[in-house]
């Protein structure tokens, strides 16, 4: 991983530092993730920090602090992980300031390799909203396959998005 750029599993002690950037990014944030108005205080972060580390614990599905130079600037990691057909799902998000350095490119890489290689997974799914083009352009950069798009997948606020999905298989990794 570049030197600039590190990963630490979400954490406890990191609640402060996520819950003050969330704040600072909300209406930023907001025109793509749907849970911005569930948290309303630093207990809504920390809940959000015990579940996946619940969800790392049972479901072997790890989130991650991004740090960039030091400080958190994103959060990414495994939504769920699909045991029975080794499948998980990748997802991401940076504060506005940050976007633009490859960071989430660089993240979502080492995710990848954790995927196939710690995770033993069999296919990672990336999945954005349709009309989200700075997403989209993760997994298109780091040759993933395009699959399909499905319809109106998420409620966000005011309207439902369509989904398009993209994956990479082990064999497509480790080919
Ligand atoms: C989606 C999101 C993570 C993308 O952020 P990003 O900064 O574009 O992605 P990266 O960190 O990988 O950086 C890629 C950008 O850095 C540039 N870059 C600079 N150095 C780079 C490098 N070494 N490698 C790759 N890209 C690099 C790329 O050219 C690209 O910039 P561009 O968009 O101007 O072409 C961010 O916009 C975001 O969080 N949006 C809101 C939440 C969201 O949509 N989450 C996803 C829900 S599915």
Redesign the pocket.
């Known amino acids: 991983m ?1 030197q600039k750029i590190s990963m630490e599993q979400l954490a406890i002690a990191h609640s402060q530092e996520l819950y003050d950037l969330t704040e600072a990014n909300r209406e ?2 907001r ?3 749907p849970w911005l108005d569930h948290i309303k205080s630093i207990s809504d972060t920390e809940k959000f920090i015990e579940s996946t580390i619940e969800e790392s614990s049972v479901g072997g599905a790890p989130n991650f602090a991004v740090f960039y130079e030091g400080a958190i600037c ?1 959060v990414a990691g495994f939504h769920e992980i699909n045991k029975q057909h080794k499948i998980g799902s990748i ?5 506005q300031n ?11 890489t080492e995710l990848v390799k954790i995927g196939f290689g710690e995770l033993n997974l069999n296919k990672i799914e ?4 349709e009309g ?1 083009i ?2 989209r ?2 997994p298109e ?1 780091l040759g993933f396959t395009y699959e399909a798009t499905l319809r109106q997948c998420e409620w966000l606020y005011s309207k439902y998005v369509n989904h398009a999905i993209y994956s990479m298989l082990a064999s497509e990794y480790n080919a």
Do not use: D, P
């Open positions: 570049k930023y944030l025109e793509w993730l994103g997802g991401y998000w940076l504060a940050y976007n633009g350095n490859g960071i989430i490119t660089t993240v979502v990336i999945r954005c909203a989200n700075k997403s352009a993760i950069r």
